[in-house]
């Protein structure tokens, strides 16, 4: 995805950023901005070699159209790739978001009325609601005979095992932009919230242009949070409904092998797993909180730890259920038991009006993304993530 600008009005160049940021956001490292000087670039023969080629591969163009768009050397080699593409019948589309020019093409035409209040929210309307659903739209048509589209969703370091990976995948969501290129834990609630939007508008999107009828494997790799992929099951990963019913394969971090749903028959056997009950240091009133810990490796010291925490930011707090228990898990049906067992016996106990539930987990993504499906648990969650960095927790997003 490449955009286009030529316009040496320094008011239309802000426009130009503010679209180049969202188009970046959504498309990362498959967008390209030509924001060098109109003037330098009129005369940067490498430059303009360098358009051709990138014009001549990139599938789609995003042009911002003013009054001399047309006169800048640049523009012209845009529009001759792009129109060579369509002499040739080859798959190319571009989108226009006219900002003070005089076009009639109204296929791709997008009109942004830049002297009109709110016309900020208008440029984000275009970019998501109709260029981005577009080129999803036409990644869903353009692979008709395809059996399976993968989503890949990146909070964390990159795994070295995985570069390979991202090719594989129809769309990759990486937050990169909150939490930095070498995954650096995400520091504030701030920027826990639009991680969050980040990863939920772009995978609501995916959501609404794939095929519905359950018969095309959706394949998520889950690189991230805990508490994204609680979140991302919360919205969307009810697995009676489709297009997850059946036809779904889970990945988590640097697993090779998926928790492959496609098999399954959705009757699931109620797995017993150890939960004790701890006082909190209220008696009367306060909150729950839920600790699950189901890892390859026990770790006894985490209700203290958890506690610890707690005292220092002076929650309140009732009582404390604990899953704690060393395992692996191997198959889709263990990951079903454990989840079921998990909304039964532990998200079913607390039921009182007003009571926030406090999730401290330390297990799979895969898991977690289940957890959340499990969306008929009473009361307002609070989700914590681990950060290995400080060896401690920090709260992060919030379900209401």
């Known amino acids: 995805v490449a955009l286009s600008y030529a316009n040496k009005d320094e008011e239309k160049y802000q426009i130009a950023t503010k679209a180049a940021a969202e188009l970046e956001s959504i498309f990362q490292d498959g967008f390209f901005w030509d924001r060098k000087n109109v003037e330098e670039l009129s005369k940067a023969e490498d430059f303009k070699e360098k358009l051709r080629k990138l014009f001549g591969s990139a599938k789609y163009a995003v042009i911002l159209w003013s009054d001399n768009y047309i006169q800048a050397p640049f523009a012209q080699v845009e529009l001759e790739k792009i129109y060579e593409k369509e002499r040739e019948n080859e798959e190319c589309c571009y989108y226009i978001i006219d900002i003070g020019g005089d076009i009639t093409d109204t296929k791709y035409h997008n009109q942004l009325d830049i002297h009109k209040e709110g016309w900020e929210k208008e440029l984000k309307d275009i970019i998501h609601n109709r260029i981005k659903k577009n080129i999803l739209k036409d990644t869903i048509a353009s692979a008709k005979e395809k059996e399976d589209y993968g989503i890949y969703v990146q909070t964390l370091k990159r795994e070295s095992n995985l570069a390979q990976w991202h090719k594989d995948y129809d769309w990759n969501l990486f937050a990169l932009q909150y939490v930095g290129k070498d995954g650096k834990e995400i520091a504030n609630t701030v920027l826990w919230g639009k991680t969050w939007d980040y990863i939920e508008d772009n995978f609501k999107s995916i959501m609404e242009v794939l095929p519905q009828n359950g018969e095309k494997t959706l394949r998520i790799c889950l690189n991230c949070h805990l508490s994204i992929a609680f979140m991302l099951g919360y919205r969307y990963g009810d697995m009676e409904k489709k297009p997850f019913k059946k036809n779904l394969q889970l990945y988590s971090g640097n697993q090779v092998t ?67 228990q060393e395992l692996e898990i191997h198959n889709p049906s263990e990951l079903m038991n454990i989840a079921e067992f998990i909304s039964d016996h532990i998200f079913q106990k607390a039921k009182i009006p007003g009571q926030t539930i406090h999730l401290f987990m330390r297990t799979m993504a895969p898991l977690a993304f289940l957890l959340g499906g499990k969306s008929d648990f009473w009361g307002h969650v609070q989700l914590y993530d681990f950060f290995q960095n400080r060896g401690t927790y920090g709260a992060s997003l919030k379900k209401i």
């Open 258 to 324: 998926p928790f492959d749903f496609r098999g399954c028959t959705g009757k699931y056997k109620k797995e017993k797993l150890p939960v004790k009950r701890y006082s909190g240091n209220s008696e009367e009133k306060g909150d729950v909180i839920y600790i699950i810990s189901l890892t390859n490796k026990a770790n006894p010291g985490i209700l203290k730890e958890v506690k610890l925490f707690l005292e220092k930011e002076s929650i309140v707090y009732s009582k404390v259920y604990l899953l704690q």
